[in-house]
């Protein structure tokens, strides 16, 4: 570690420390009450850290710091918007992660890959980086200091004194004051010190990091022995040869129909499509491996051998792309026959990242490798952020609603476990469909006395649409008014169960 970070930072400014302070009682008062918009707020004090504690130091921001800052800061907008907690936890993770990667810059697969977490390797020099500054500054400045915790207790006094007085005096004021002003109890002391205590040690180590990064790119690998002509493409090509007597079946079937190869190989609809994306899915994931295992050891000796090499894993390339909208097509037959569930879209949504991977790797083939991790590693943030702002529960209950206007089949126990975000969309069924799906969370959302900057918009608009309205039907058993085939794992009739969706 000491020879890769690029050497110690001087003293601590002091804009780092009260940017930290104040991430760390923002933490405090806010995070305990839940994710929303205070994840943003907090992160804005937190980025305010580095910025100080890069200023002295010779860094300059470069297009991959900023595309990552920015990235990791569009990512905390998931949970403002959005109510179901999955998209959002993989918005944070990435947003930690991108946030990383814009304090260290690194480029290689290895830097890239220990980038999104090497923030963590700081914690503890940040932390003896601002005992020493602190420490440092309080040395022949009590009197100052004296005279700053006396205002700032003095001004605190009369804050509590007259906001106790006005609040008291207009019941319109207190209810705008209760609002703004963080909820806190003693009971959760101990937690909102925990969460306080983690926002300093993050400004600080984040800070910190800026300051003086670790090198990861300094991480190298030695490459693999070039292996020959023949048997580095021999296999390959048998490959290439495979996939294509594949896709030449797959166009058989799709303009022989799918009902005829199911009369032959006496499968379901159901297993037919179900079976068939699962097996692709992992075909693309081996795909990937074989092409980097491939480069590994791929011939470089001059340019017949880089010709070589682009020729054969640009063929497999290309036909894994064909692979993947195979794979695609068939979650679409099957989304259309039994409906939309979250690991649906969510083994959809890889599928279709693992294809922009594909296309990334090709380019990198005809205009070099150089910015490929970082393309990748862009591609997967991307990827996270769409997916949380489409609101993955509301496509699903709106998928759901459509099919069951189109073919009366609805599996309601399932669409009542979803978030508020489902809610527009639910509220469109006809009774007492509507008060079996929104019954759950409706009592949820009157439950709930989250506030405002941990109250997401999809939970506010469901509040809106929702109101004070109670279901009209009280149903014990709302499975009972699931109708149609509903794909087996949902518990329709004449399937077997899916292992692969348990959700």
Not at 10 to 36: E, F, Y
Not at 49 to 67: G, M, S
Not at 130 to 136: N, T
Not at 351 to 374: D, S
Request: hydrophobic share 50%; charged share 15%; with cysteine.
């Amino acid at each position: 570690m000491s020879r890769l970070r690029t050497g110690v930072p001087g003293t601590i400014p002091v804009g780092t420390l009260w940017c930290a302070l104040a991430t760390a009682l923002l933490s405090a008062a806010l995070l305990g009450d839940g994710i929303g918009l205070n994840l943003l707020v907090v992160a804005i004090p937190a980025a305010l850290a580095t910025y100080f504690a890069v200023r002295p130091t010779t860094r300059r921001p470069r297009p991959w710091t900023v595309v990552w800052a920015v990235g990791g800061l569009a990512l905390l907008a998931v949970p403002a918007l959005r109510d179901a907690g999955w998209p959002s936890f993989l918005a944070i993770v990435s947003a930690f992660a991108l946030g990383s990667l814009a304090l260290h810059g690194s480029r290689s697969w290895i830097g890239v890959f220990l980038g999104s977490l090497g923030v963590l390797t700081s914690v503890a020099e940040a932390l003896g980086w601002a005992a020493r500054g602190i420490r440092a500054r309080m040395t022949g400045s009590r009197g100052r200091w004296g005279v700053v915790l006396r205002s700032a207790a003095v001004a605190f006094v009369l804050l509590l004194v007259f906001g106790a007085l006005f609040a008291s005096a207009d019941a319109a004021f207190a209810d705008v004051l209760g609002d703004l002003t963080p909820d806190v109890s003693i009971s959760d002391s101990p937690w909102r010190f925990f969460l306080g205590l983690l926002g300093l040690v993050g400004a600080l180590a984040a800070a910190y990091t800026a300051a003086a990064p670790v090198r990861w790119d300094g991480l190298t690998t030695e490459p693999g022995k070039p292996r020959g002509r023949l048997e580095w493409a021999l296999p390959l090509i048998v490959l290439n040869l495979l996939f294509a007597a594949f896709l030449a079946i797959q166009l058989t079937v799709l303009l022989g129909g799918y009902d005829k190869v199911m009369a032959e190989t006496d499968l379901s609809y159901s297993e037919y499509a179900r079976q068939g994306f699962w097996q692709l899915l992992w075909a693309t994931l081996l795909t990937l491996l074989v092409i980097a295992l491939a480069l590994r050891w791929a011939p470089r000796g001059g340019p017949r051998d880089r010709t070589l090499v682009r020729g054969v894993l640009g063929t497999l390339c290309l036909l894994t792309l064909v692979v993947v909208a195979s794979a695609l097509r068939r979650m679409d037959l099957y989304v259309d026959a039994y409906g939309l569930t979250r690991l649906r879209i969510s083994v959809a949504a890889v599928e279709l990242w693992l294809g922009v991977v594909l296309v990334l790797i090709m380019a990198a083939g005809f205009f070099g490798a150089r910015m490929l991790p970082r393309a990748v590693a862009a591609s997967a943030a991307l990827g996270v952020l769409v997916f949380g702002l489409v609101s993955p529960d509301g496509l699903i209950a709106e998928q759901n609603v459509q099919r069951y206007r189109d073919a009366h089949s609805i599996d309601i126990e399932y669409l009542r476990g979803l978030s508020a975000d489902a809610v527009p969309a639910l509220n469109t069924l006809p009774e007492p469909l509507r008060s079996c799906a929104l019954e759950e969370i409706q009592r949820g959302l009157l439950d709930s006395d989250e506030p405002w900057y941990a109250t997401s918009w999809g939970e506010a608009r469901a509040r809106d649409i929702l109101g004070d309205w109670k279901p009209v039907h009280r149903l014990r058993d709302c499975g009972a008014l699931s109708t149609g085939d509903n794909g087996g794992d949902r518990g329709g009739s004449g399937e077997t169960y899916d292992p692969y969706d348990p959700y």
